[in-house]
């Protein structure tokens, strides 16, 4: 059974990083876009971040690029968000998201398979 576990979520002053992680475990990622999505209260689940399977492609939201970096591991099954100078409106549950053999690119009408469970982020000014 496939699952994605985020970790490394946290609380954090404005102008901090946080790093998150995502296991993902049950098959293979090697043929899986990833993505990174969050949620805030009230409002519905934005895109933030995908990657290629092969990790040399990367798409961002426009408001994080320059502050977020998605890589991959995939010996390690694991993909990672690095947040640097995060900012109050980056408060939000942020979910892990896999694709199987779709692509990155946030246009693509391929829905993502599987979901983790999120990790709250929140950002205090």
């Known amino acids: 059974q496939v699952q994605l576990v985020e970790s490394g979520g946290g609380s954090v002053q404005a102008g901090g990083s946080l790093r998150l992680s995502c296991l993902f475990s049950g098959r293979t990622s090697y043929d899986c876009a990833m993505g990174w999505f969050r949620q805030a209260p009230g409002k519905e689940r934005e895109f933030v971040a995908s990657?290629?399977?092969?990790?040399?492609?990367?798409y961002y939201e426009d408001s994080v690029k320059g502050r977020f970096t998605i890589s991959r591991n995939n010996p390690k099954s694991t993909v990672y968000l690095q947040m640097n100078n995060l900012k109050p409106e980056d408060t939000a549950v942020y979910f892990c998201a896999a694709k199987l053999g779709g692509l990155a690119n946030p246009n693509d009408p391929k829905p993502y398979d599987y979901w983790g469970r999120g990790t709250q982020v929140t950002v205090s000014s």
């Open positions: 990657i290629a399977w092969t990790g040399a492609t990367t």
